[in-house]
């Protein structure tokens, strides 16, 4: 198959499902924006060429997104999702540019990318998954899709999510209250192989892999029991930004205290230690002497 490129708009209709508890759009509702965008591509497409594209575009293997403005989008504002889809004989992959249209302005708000193999599984990646203490959130799954990547990063969010109400309840007070936000400045997902079963107990580990002083980023590794074994079938990773909220906007700040506290409990890794170490004796310097140390 000859490579060939088509661009296609999307505009997605922002309503209060796609928004988030202080009202800001959702990282997920981004991805799925870029997966509707590609299916109304697919829709549009000549019978002919969509046959004969169908084994390129079966598998979904990698999506990504990298969210590039602090607010994002909320309810009723004008979004539209412009994609490049290549085509080419391996698969099919369609990179996306987000904005949000404000008085008559584009802003670029999220990138991201989604790929397509004509093969089931990414075989190129590395699957050997990391050990050591880890965060673990299981679910039961019904029946359906194998290669739902937006069902493997919902997952990414709820188990996030419950990481932080188990261990830091006081951030997640912070963040409801408006004091604090927690932002995610990036998020992947890559599928290694198809699940062993269309059913069963999905268990999903969350490990910290990297820290800055307001910003880390976490690993998240998906397993699915096959007879009593752990097949690990997926992974991914968000990176996250802490920020204060004042009245003239969004301000960088290190991560709160009980965060800190939690992430030591899930490594083992002797530079990430000494970095949370040194990240907390930082917090408690006197706020006039904080000045601009804190690099995000």
Known sequence: MTPSVDQWIYHPRVTFQDTNVVGNVYFLSYFRWQFESF????????????????????YPIHSSTCF?????????????????????????????TIKRLADGVENVIATGEITFSNHEGN???DSDP???????????????????PL????????CRE????????????????????????????????????????VRVELRLEALKCGQMTVRFDYF???????????????????KRRYSHGLLPTPLPAD????????TDDGQLLKKITEIEQFSERPPQALGSDCVR
């Open 39 to 58: 299916e109304e591509w697919r829709r549009q497409q000549p019978s002919e060429r969509t046959r004969q594209n169908e084994s390129a575009i079966q």
């Open 68 to 96: 590039s403005d602090p607010i994002g989008a909320t309810v009723g504002d004008c979004v539209r999702v412009a994609s490049d889809v290549l085509l080419s004989k391996g698969g099919c992959s369609a990179t996306s």
């Open 123 to 125: 075989k190129t990646c």
């Open 130 to 148: 990391p050990v050591g203490p880890c965060y673990e959130f299981r679910r039961l799954y019904a029946p359906r899709m194998t290669h739902d």
């Open 151 to 158: 069902d493997l990063l919902s997952l990414q969010g709820k």
């Open 162 to 201: 419950l990481f932080l109400l188990d261990h830091a309840p006081e951030t997640i007070r912070r963040v409801a209250g408006q004091d604090l936000a927690l932002q995610t400045t990036s998020a992947s997902i890559e599928i290694l192989s198809p699940r062993p079963s269309e059913s069963g107990e």
């Open 224 to 242: 699915e029991l096959d007879d009593g074994r752990p097949v690990h079938f997926a992974y991914g990773q968000q990176r996250m930004s802490c």
């Open 259 to 266: 965060v800190l506290c939690a992430l030591r409990q899930f």
